[in-house]
C-alpha cells in the first residue's frame, strides 16, 4: 500500500511521521474518513469542505487548497488500484517542540491513507446490533465541539471500551444533560409511529455526512423526518432504530441496554433505508 504524505507516496512501512508531531503528542490535528464505492468517491467534496471547517476552527492552516486535496484523495486511490475502499485523511499541525504551544510547529502535514475498513461484521447488517449506554459523556459543543472532527477521540474510546467490556460493539453517548447525541463513531435514528427521527446537531453531535445523506433518503422515501432531542427511554421504547456513520454506512439497532427495541427484529422503514442506501452509493460520486 502507498500512503500520501505532504505531496509523496510512500510505501506503508516507509510511511512515518516524527514523533514529535503535535498530532502524536497532543492530539493536535483534524481528520476524515471517506469512502470509495464502485469507482467513485462519495460525497468527496462535503467531506473536503468539513476537513477544512474543522482546520479552520482550530486554527490549523492547510498547506494545500481544497481542489488539491481533492485531486490528492484520488490519486491515493489510483495508485493503490482500489475502486472500493475506506480513505482516512488526517491533517496534523506538524512537527514541533515538547510544549503545547503550536506556534513551534512550521508546518501543519497532509496525510492520506487508502485502504479497507470493516467496522461491524456483515451479519450485524442482517440481524442488528446490541448497544448499551456509555456512563463517559460526548464533548459538550462548549468544551471542544463534537462538530470539529479532531484527533481528541478519548471520551468516544472510553465508550467504546465501555461497550466492548458489555460484550457488545457500540456505545450511545449522552450529553452532560443525559440527552442522547451519538455513538461512538456513528449518528443515531430512531423511528417512532412512522417518524424518523435523530438528536439536533446543536446538543453536540457530529453532524454526520451519512447522517444528512439518510435524512435525504428518507425524505425522498416519503417518510416524515424530524430532529428531536430524546433520552434513553426513546430509545428502548422506540418502533426501530439504525445508526448512520461513513465506515458503518446505515446499521440496525436491536437492543438497547439489554431492551429489545419493538420486538427484537430489524425493523421494515430501517430496512428501506439501508436497501436505498446500498443502491444509492455505488451510482453517485467523484470518479476516480
Ligand atoms: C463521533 C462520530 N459521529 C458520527 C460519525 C458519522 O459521520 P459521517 O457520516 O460523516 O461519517 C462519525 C464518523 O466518523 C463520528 O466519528
Not at 484527533?151 to 458489555?166: D, F, G, P, S
Not at 426513546?234 to 446499521?251: K, N, R, S, V
Request: proline share 2%; with cysteine.
Amino acid at each position: 500500500m502507498l500512503v500520501y504524505i505532504d505531496g509523496q507516496f510512500y510505501d506503508e512501512k516507509d510511511a512515518k511521521v516524527s514523533v514529535f508531531d503535535h498530532g502524536l503528542l497532543y492530539g493536535d490535528g483534524v481528520f476524515e474518513g471517506v469512502r470509495a464505492y464502485n469507482g467513485r468517491v462519495f460525497k468527496l467534496s462535503e467531506h473536503i469542505k468539513r476537513l477544512y471547517d474543522s482546520a479552520k476552527a482550530i486554527m490549523l492552516k492547510v498547506l494545500i487548497s481544497e481542489s488539491e486535496m481533492i485531486e490528492s484523495v484520488l490519486e491515493a486511490l489510483r495508485k493503490n488500484n482500489l475502486k472500493d475502499g475506506y480513505i482516512r485523511i488526517l491533517i496534523t499541525r506538524g512537527e514541533g517542540s515538547l510544549g503545547i504551544d503550536p506556534i513551534t510547529c512550521a508546518r501543519s502535514s497532509v496525510i492520506i491513507i487508502a485502504d479497507s475498513l470493516n467496522l461491524y461484521p456483515e451479519e450485524f447488517y442482517e440481524t442488528g446490533l446490541a448497544i448499551i449506554s456509555a456512563s463517559v459523556r460526548r464533548n459538550s459543543p462548549d468544551v471542544v465541539n463534537p462538530k470539529i472532527k479532531s484527533l481528541n477521540y478519548i471520551n468516544n474510546i472510553m465508550a467504546k471500551i465501555e461497550a466492548r467490556q458489555a460484550g457488545v460493539l457500540e456505545a450511545i453517548m449522552l450529553d452532560r444533560n443525559g440527552y442522547v447525541c451519538e455513538c461512538t463513531g456513528d449518528n443515531i435514528f430512531i423511528v417512532k409511529n412512522g417518524v424518523i427521527k435523530t438528536p439536533p446537531v446543536y446538543l453536540g453531535v457530529l453532524k454526520g455526512i451519512t447522517r444528512d445523506f439518510v435524512i435525504e433518503i428518507a425524505r425522498d422515501l416519503g417518510y416524515i423526518f424530524q430532529e428531536e432531542i430524546m433520552t434513553q427511554y426513546d430509545i428502548y421504547t422506540a418502533d426501530e432504530c439504525f445508526l448512520t456513520g461513513t465506515a458503518a454506512e446505515a446499521i440496525p439497532v436491536v437492543m438497547a441496554d439489554s431492551r429489545e427495541i419493538s420486538n427484537g427484529n430489524v425493523g421494515e422503514v430501517t430496512k428501506s433505508i439501508i436497501k436505498e442506501f446500498r443502491l444509492r452509493v455505488a451510482q453517485e460520486g467523484w470518479e476516480i
